[in-house]
């Protein structure tokens, strides 16, 4: 779950990082009223979960709380790639004398958390050239000390005892606390400032694990996902869109991949993700149908080799979805279907006038077919 | 031989009194498993498709060997159960559950290590070493013996490529499923350096996904293995920044793409196979059977 940038910096501030002087408003009165508070130059952000802010022209910088609330009024009601911007965090301008780039993340490869960092921030970090980024990764057992922030503090090229230095050194350790604690999978900081002597996250992007939500009960919500993502996430499965005109579901992410693959192969367009593997039962199976069908495909290919899914429960669902639409499926279906307990799921089927395919191949075939008659 | 399980497996099901657990103790028995012990915490003294279930690992391993685990138990006492396992000392722990969070994977990854322990997954379908141990979710008729050795990490992927490779002839010597997370314990180097040990296998199957670089650095060591090596990389067609399905299975910052891995694949002396079903016939053609 991404996180608003100004529910990083609120989650920040609560373990002690120092982040600018504001807050999140709605609308542009208040947008006044803070920068009244602030009493300076100020800079109004768009609140979306997107880069490129900046460009889309979604980041102004009022100078009196009147330019402020005219900012306001302008970045409130953008579209930025696509997501409206429901509101805006006014801070204080910071005087910048150095930008610097600070993550944490997770490298899936050595299995551990990795600390990316640069004396050079403020673009995009792959756009550095290797010799200006530090990586280091975070072993597990050992967890975080304080030996491991100044290394990176050295390897920055900061002195370890002016001011600077000594902030980040907090920073590091702190960034690391809060990636365990809340279960984030990336914590960043592009870029950190050195504004005088103090040390300040002007940028805050904060992506907490979906898998641990259940554990992290005093975070804010934040609504990441399509219509369609969430009514899979709802039913336990994951969903992407696609452009293409054929509806799949499969069961398992690899097995889905490969569906969208072989289907692309033979010429068709797949509309859409849909794994609903991991033994998901028929009542969940046959709403992913109902999904599927919302997307207005010309086919759907539903292709299934259970293992710890039920070919039984699956037919079930299908006769379900059948049935409940009065005897008829609004798109052609096609549908593979072996593997655990594909017998029953098979005479299942046969009872309302299905034929399922043995080969995934002879399944995407006939669904390119049906998808262009 | 097969690698890390075999006919004299003993194993422990994890969770064996829940729906998922005990439908799967049935399928493994019915392979041929010997499974001899199941543990849910609060359910000690009942049986289970007549095996005994036990409070603890440790109980269970006061009667019996175990020699491997089987998790089933839901994603927020994954960590728990499997430090269980992991402390009893039980060397191979194989782990169901999807959804675990990825600071548990870490840990459970690493305490393994350090107990000198192999985990498969989490989010594995398990292992079967063909016709002799099956350990895990997949269906049963799909795996038998012969002499292909396959890694992967997905689970239904790897039942339609070994249920092709079945349909032509070619038997499994062992099928392990690493696991479709980010952090799981065996990357496929280590997989594939039992395989170019074990004289059962001739040949081996990889068979990966979009996301991380674990194909392009098992590509490095494929270079110096003796024997050949089939993969199917899925996702192609998977749009960059969109998670498809698998936590790990993600192009990131342009990296973890299908054409950087079927090249380093290519590069390394690997046949890539376009699409699922053209893996046997290259396997076929790597034992230089017609």
Known sequence: MKMFEYMGKELFAKYGLPVPKGRMVTNPEEAAKVAAEIGGPCVVKSQVLSGKRGKAGGI?????????????????????????????????????????????????SAKQAVMIASAFGGMDIEEQPEEHIIKKHIDPELGMHPFFARDVVRRMGIPIRSPHGQEIVKIVQVLYKICVEKDAELVEINPLVFSDDRVIAADSKVTIDDDALF???????????????????????????LDGDIAVMANGAGITMGTLDTLQAFGGTPANFLDCGGGTGREATAKALEILFGLNPKAVFVNIFGGITRCDDVANAVADVYKARGNKFPVPMVIRLIGTN??????????????????????ARRAIELSKA | MAIIIDENTNVLVMGITGRQASFHTKQMLAYGTKIVAGCTPGKGGVEVEGVPVYNSVREACENHRIDASVIFVPAPGTKDAAFENLEAGVPVVVIVTEGVPVYDEIQIV?????????????????????????????????????????????????????????????????????????????????????????????AVVLIGEIGGNNEEIAAEYIKEMTKPVV????????????????????????????????????????????????????????????
């Open chain 1, 60 to 108: 102004k910088f009022p100078n009196t709380p009147e330019e402020a609330k005219k900012a306001a009024e302008e970045v409130l009601g953008m579209t930025i790639q696509g997501l409206p911007v429901e509101c805006v965090l006014v801070e204080e301008k910071l005087k910048i004398d150095k930008e610097l780039y600070m993550s944490i993340t997770i490298d899936g």
């Open chain 1, 215 to 241: 554990r992290m009960k005093d975070l804010p919500f934040v609504d990441d996902k399509t219509p369609e993502e969430r009514a899979a996430k709802d039913l336990g499965l994951s969903f992407v869109g």
């Open chain 1, 342 to 363: 594909q017998d029953a799921g098979r005479a299942i089927l046969k009872e309302i006038g299905v034929e399922a395919y043995d080969f995934m191949e002879d399944g």
């Open chain 2, 110 to 202: 690493a305490y393994a290590k350090r107990k000198g322990a192999i985990v498969l997954g989490p989010n594995t379908f398990g292992i079967v070493s063909g016709g002799k141990c099956k350990i895990g979710i997949p269906p049963n008729q799909y795996f038998v013996e012969g002499n292909v050795g396959v890694v992967a990490r997905s689970g239904t992927l790897t039942y339609e490529i070994t249920g092709n490779l079945t349909a032509n002839g070619l038997g499994q010597s062992t099928v392990v499923g690493m696991g479709g997370d980010r952090a799981v314990g065996l990357t496929f180097i280590d997989v594939l350096k039992m395989f170019e040990k074990d004289p059962q296998t001739k």
């Open chain 2, 231 to 290: 993969a199917f990389i899925a996702g192609k067609s998977a749009p960059p920044g969109k998670r498809m399905g698998h936590a790990g299975a993600i192009i990131e910052r342009g990296k973890g793409t299908y054409k950087g891995k079927v090249e380093a694949l290519t590069a390394a002396g690997a046949k890539v196979a376009p699409l699922p079903f053209d893996v046997p016939a290259l396997v076929k053609e790597a034992l230089g059977m017609k």
